[in-house]
């Protein structure tokens, strides 16, 4: 056998080389009796560094990185605002640039070969209003294109019966918190906290305070069985985003339904998250705002406050 080619001080080397190599590569590469044997070697590892006895097993998933992602970038000017949006795909880009074309008809009213109404396709009506060439209206255009997102990250551990650190947990992770300080024009000062990085800082060209929140590097014990981190953002005593336990189920449910629904099915399930509270129309822009949210989330620089429900 191989192992007596070695003595117990190296095979226990060797033990505790596997399991941090571990860490950085997908499991499903591995088989099952490969994976269970460097699971019980974590533990056994974990256990020694915490000194106290091995924990008894636990059920456990698997959450590869994430691959690289794509997202569609949609740039709009005209002479009073030069604004930036991401999207998921180029329909739902060019839905968007739509909505904004249809809100501004009245520019184009009366001009030869121009309809009263916008068309209802959005690609129809954003062509007839920027031209083919996209330079038929003076001092507006849009450029929209895809980038791609790289991401970086490693397999992640993560018990089924997941359950968020308790108070000491969290205290202890608290006093360990680091702040990383701008070094040189590359970096950003950030804070870190169990590995969630949070970026603030004065960002001149778009003229504001910007924060960014980081949670791929997050620590294991943050991580849901879904590859999620809990995260509450409030802003002045505000809740402004809310994707904790109560927060998430709803608000992911309802993308993936609207995802996958066709025209009329994406109208009807609108019409029924509106009527039940999970979603709420802005006064202003006419956004499709999340329940949780207490301000509009639109694309724009819209952020009207939610409206107070009257009986």
Not at 228 to 239: C, G, I, K
Not at 250 to 261: C, E, I, M, S, V
Request: glycine residues 6%; proline residues 7%; aromatic residues 6%.
């Amino acid at each position: 056998m191989i192992a007596a080619r070695f003595n117990p001080l190296d095979i226990e080397c060797l033990v505790k080389t596997a399991v941090e190599l571990w860490e950085d590569i997908d499991p499903s590469d591995l088989s099952e009796h490969q994976q269970d044997t460097l699971n019980r070697a974590r533990e056994l590892w974990l256990a020694e560094h915490a000194e106290q006895e091995p924990p008894h097993p636990e059920v456990v998933t698997f959450i590869s990185p994430r691959p690289a992602g794509q997202a569609w970038v949609l740039r709009r000017w005209d002479r009073h605002e030069n604004e930036m949006t991401l999207h998921v795909d180029e329909d739902s880009a060019l839905a968007d640039l739509a909505r904004y074309v249809r809100g501004v008809w009245d520019n184009l009213v009366g001009k030869e070969g121009i309809p009263d109404q916008p068309p209802t396709d959005d690609c129809a009506a954003v062509q007839l209003y920027y031209g083919a060439e996209r330079n038929s209206r003076p001092d507006e255009g849009y450029n929209l294109y895809a980038e791609d997102i790289a991401r970086r990250g490693r397999t992640r551990i993560v018990p089924l019966d997941y359950r968020f650190p308790d108070e000491d947990a969290c205290e202890q992770a608290n006093r360990g918190a680091t702040f990383h300080p701008q070094t040189d024009d590359n970096d950003l000062p950030c804070g870190e906290v169990d590995g969630v990085l949070v970026f603030a800082y004065l960002d001149h060209d778009a003229g504001a305070v910007r924060v960014s929140v980081h949670l791929d590097s997050a620590e294991d014990r943050l991580v849901r069985p879904d590859g999620t981190v809990p995260l509450r953002v409030e802003v002045e005593d505000v809740v402004v985003l809310d994707d904790s336990a109560e927060g998430t189920p709803k608000r992911n449910l309802l993308t993936k339904l609207l995802y996958a629904a066709d025209d009329l099915q994406e109208q009807a399930i609108r019409e029924a998250a509106l009527a039940a509270g999970v979603l709420w129309r802005c006064p202003t822009c006419q956004w499709d705002n999340p329940g949780e949210a207490t301000c509009c989330e639109g694309p724009g620089l819209c952020r009207v406050p939610k409206p107070k429900r009257t009986s």
